[in-house]
């Protein structure tokens, strides 16, 4: 029967993903998220639109149902891309905190795993050293 090859997992390999994770991660929160608040404020909110004490004057060319209605609906388009900016950019960054999260919990199990063979092994060969004397103190096999 042949032995099974030998897996290495680099763990380095693995912490230096983390790592790559996590930078990007700063990036997203530092350089999107902290730009969204300006672009809310420049675009206005939606939400904060408020018409009843605006001067305007009904013309044939704008109506109350026509231009000021679709500059509120343009507006509440505008609203409504930045949050689906801003939750997609939290989202990105959660599954990126999750990615880094499951990393770190192979790099945990592989250690503990290697740990755990290398000292079975370690002490399969006491066992086997202690077995092996000639004399009788060692109990186990008795060679002749």
């Known amino acids: 029967m042949s032995t099974p090859p030998t897996t290495r997992v680099d763990t380095e390999q693995l912490e230096a993903a983390i790592r790559q994770l996590e930078q990007i991660k700063q990036f997203l929160e530092k350089n999107c998220l902290g730009a969204l608040p300006a672009v809310q404020k420049a675009l206005g909110s939606a939400s904060n639109v408020d018409m009843h004490d605006a001067e305007y004057q009904i ?9 000021f209605y679709s500059a509120y609906g343009m507006q509440a388009k505008n609203d409504s ?11 990105l960054i959660q599954q990126m905190d999750s990615a880094a999260a499951n990393l770190r919990t192979i790099i945990n ?13 370690q002490n399969f060969n006491r066992q086997l050293d202690a077995s092996t004397t000639t004399d009788g103190s060692g109990g186990g096999v008795m060679y002749a």
């Open 109 to 121: 199990n592989y250690t503990a795993t290697d740990d755990a063979y290398l000292q079975s092994g």
């Open 81 to 91: 891309v930045y949050r689906s900016v801003d939750t997609s950019v939290r989202d």
């Open 59 to 67: 013309t044939r060319e704008a109506t109350a149902f026509g231009a």
